[in-house]
């Protein structure tokens, strides 16, 4: 393998040399492949040298985008506000671990989460118009935010929840899907309308596949482009904007959809039994105890554990004394 071509656009690689074969760090040092050394074991130290790379090179990046696209709104989305601090990544991690289910990818970047829109939507309208709604079908991409989740249980509505494996990891199946289906629906089932809530295009195949068929759609304000409002238009195609249906008083759902992640965190984090840790206390200490004397030692010093966090949000269980 030889060289790689010097390039404004390094490959920088974060690693311990005791966890890498001292060949292959030579092999990829010979590649142009860039270490970067830091004495700090702070993860936010990392961070910041990270976010200091970014600044310093991401505006070689912008001839990669076409002259239409936004380059300033682009570099915002890389750029961790106050970066350059322990503070600032601090705060970015903060927004980021409280709000994580609401990232594509679940992966960081500088913007602000918002709630399930459509859940919302939905739930701010009465029963006259939801009932005649028969059935939702989610079409979800196994990336995609996790309140999703909250949708049935805030909408009374009926949910076919349907998570679409990614065959390959950089493209989403989630389009052909919801067109498969969709025809299935409408030929099979007689559907014959269909409420299509997206934030891209890619329902337009599906539309003009199906021309018997009535459709109204629903997009996000900012992310419907001219082009697809004026080919709905002349197709005499209704759309709405989510964002005149989407009420503020939206706090029940994002609640909702936090304390969920919080449960789902917490039972795969946590897997304690009282019980068996006792008797393997008991077995430790060689302490033999009657039943009885179980019985009140796990009333009086055990049932009553409790957590403690300390301020740099550490968990520990403290018993009762």
């Not at 760090?25 to 970067?36: S, T």
């Not at 993860?43 to 090179?57: F, K, M, P, Q």
């Amino acid at each position: 393998m030889g060289r790689l071509p010097n390039s404004a656009y390094p490959i920088l690689l974060f690693c311990h040399p005791a966890h890498f074969p001292g060949e292959s760090l030579r092999q990829l040092d010979e590649d142009g492949v860039d270490f970067m050394k830091h004495s700090s074991t702070k993860l936010c130290h990392h961070v910041i040298e990270i976010n200091r790379l970014i600044s310093d090179r991401i505006n070689n990046c912008r001839e990669l985008f076409p002259l239409w696209v936004n380059w300033q709104y682009i570099r915002e989305l890389f750029i961790m506000p106050d970066g350059l601090t322990e503070e600032g990544t601090k705060a970015a991690a903060e927004v980021y671990y409280t709000n994580r289910g609401a990232y594509p990818y679940q992966m960081y970047i500088n913007w602000n989460p918002v709630n399930d829109k459509l859940c919302a939507t939905l739930k701010s309208l009465d029963y006259q118009h939801t009932s005649k709604i028969s059935q939702i079908i989610l079409f979800d991409d196994v990336h995609t935010a996790t309140a999703w989740e909250i949708l049935e249980q805030h909408t009374k509505l009926p949910v076919e929840h349907i998570l679409i494996e990614r065959v390959k990891e950089n493209k989403s199946l989630v389009d052909i899907t919801l067109t498969a289906r969709a025809s299935k629906e409408h030929y099979q089932n007689r559907v014959d309308s269909f409420i299509i809530v997206s934030s891209d295009s890619d329902y337009w195949g599906l539309i003009s596949v199906l021309n018997e068929a009535r459709f109204l759609v629903m997009v996000e304000r900012e992310k419907c482009g001219p082009d697809m409002k004026r080919a709905l238009v002349e197709s005499g195609i209704f759309y709405c904007y989510i964002d005149n249906f989407y009420s503020a008083n939206s706090e029940s759902i994002l609640m909702s959809a936090l304390f969920k992640e919080l449960y789902r965190y917490l039972d795969h984090a946590v897997q304690l039994n009282a019980n068996e840790m006792l008797d393997e206390a008991l077995r430790a200490t060689r302490i033999n105890m009657s039943p009885a004397e179980k019985r009140q030692f796990f009333e009086k010093h055990i049932k009553g554990m409790r957590l403690v966090i300390d301020g740099d949000g550490n968990v520990s269980v403290e018993l009762k004394r």
